[in-house]
């Protein structure tokens, strides 16, 4: 049924192309996608964050819209921008909605839909990935054909890619009567850093800002620098890219979205359904349809931004998404599409026989809801050490920071924020999100919030289930099952 759906939408939207004359076509906007890897929505200027400088992102957003409670698609960047590129929620789309699996070639994506009605498609740098494409019979990676040619010196531990050339190649392909579509795919903040850049760079200790999750110690305040360094790599590029549509004379009828797949790779955060692992920075311009200075608090999902981008060419509703398009909310009209969701299965290799740890969030204004469903398993990977490491908990990446909770977890002040990280989690957690952004206080055990617990629980559930969630409708045993692409650690039984 849903490969019919999807054939019929393409069929339409091909149709539609059709009937476009060369003028009408060219007359469409280009659309720019820009994607940090690994950043969690407050750090940016634009969010008040003064210790990191992101120029760009904020023009952006002072001219155009900045989102306050946007959700990634998971806390995990492959099934994070599988659910982007094809606007379905990771447990809608199979493989594809686990890290380091594969991707169904019956699971449309936008760049196709838009290169098959006259778009010129590609992109740089990192796509959708880790996974394997060519396994399910794709030809190529579904952000499209890549621009990777250009490299440049970069300071250790970030990528070499000049971005922005191997955007200018990709214009210098572009033939002149077609609109673009570009999808610009930073490697950065990803781990691993050069320790102590952000020092060595003029950062201060005292410019960190610490989520309340993370012990406030010049350690971990010099790991937080450095991962702001990584996120002025990221924004620098997309500066020079904005410039260069600006002297061609593309940059207002260019749609603009700078987002980030999942939160900060620090414990707690990336691959946690907690504020800082599913909560990232959105902001969109395109001041042809969206006036400047537009701020929205409405929560948002991941999967809004395929049917933005292609309500933006003109084309159908997408009745083969679960998202919807986010002009009306940018457009200041009253919307009721609800609370926003995000979920996880496997992420890295870190249990027995591979087992995920699967999470379901919801947010709506006022709060996270999380949902533990196999909260026996441990959340950040099995305690135990693969081959000569010295500790496990591989769902948090090495880091100083999560070296530094292992080496002090016996001490009574630090101790406790280790624990936050890897203990076993009760099977629901509820949290305040204005009032508690580090989601320290689960009020799922509260009995003064029994109310608004029951009502937010039947609000996700009954949405999961309607939208074919295998967790709901018959345990999610499936997801043992998906072929891992990516290294496998042997582990003992929990």
Known sequence: MRSLILLIFITLASSLYSQLSAQEIQKRPNIL?????????????????????????????????????CLAGSPGCSPSRAALLTGRHTWEIEQAGTHASSFPKMYQVYPDILEQTGYFVGYTGKGWGPGNWKVSGRERN?????????????PPGISSNDYASNFDDFLKD????????????ATEPHRSYDKGIGIKNGKKLEDATVPSFLPDTPEIRSDILDYYVEIEWFDQHLSRILKTLEEQGELDNTLIIVTADNGMPFPRAKANGYEYGVHVPLAIRFPKSIPAGVNVKQPVDFVDLAPTMLDAAGLFPTIAMSGESLFPLMQGESDDRGPAFSARERHSSSRHNNRTYPIRSMRTEDYLLVWNPRPERWPAGHPAPFKNDTFGYYDIDACPS????????????????????????PEW??????????????????????????????????????????RVIDGGDIYEDYIRYSHIREFPAD
């Not at 999560?402 to 989690?425: E, M, Y």
């Not at 949290?431 to 109310?451: C, E, I, M, R, V």
Request: hydrophobic fraction near 30%.
């Open 33 to 69: 996608f820009a994607i940090s890897d690994d950043q969690s929505y407050p750090h940016a200027g634009a969010y008040g964050d003064q210790g990191v400088k992101t120029p760009a992102f904020d023009r952006v957003a002072k001219e155009g819209a900045l989102f306050h409670t």
């Open 142 to 154: 579904p952000c499209g054909p890549a621009y990777g040619k250009h490299k440049m010196k970069s």
């Open 174 to 185: 572009k033939p002149a009567d077609q609109p673009f579509c570009f999808w610009y795919g």
């Open 402 to 425: 999560k070296t530094f909770l292992w080496d002090n977890r016996n001490d009574p002040k630090i101790g406790p924020f280790f624990h936050l990280s890897v203990d076993k989690r």
């Open 429 to 470: 957690e509820l949290f305040d999100a204005k009032t508690d952004p580090g989601n320290l206080h689960n009020l799922a055990d509260d009995s003064q919030y029994n109310s608004q617990l029951s009502q937010l629980q039947k609000t996700m559930l009954d949405y999961l289930r309607k939208t074919g969630d295998p």
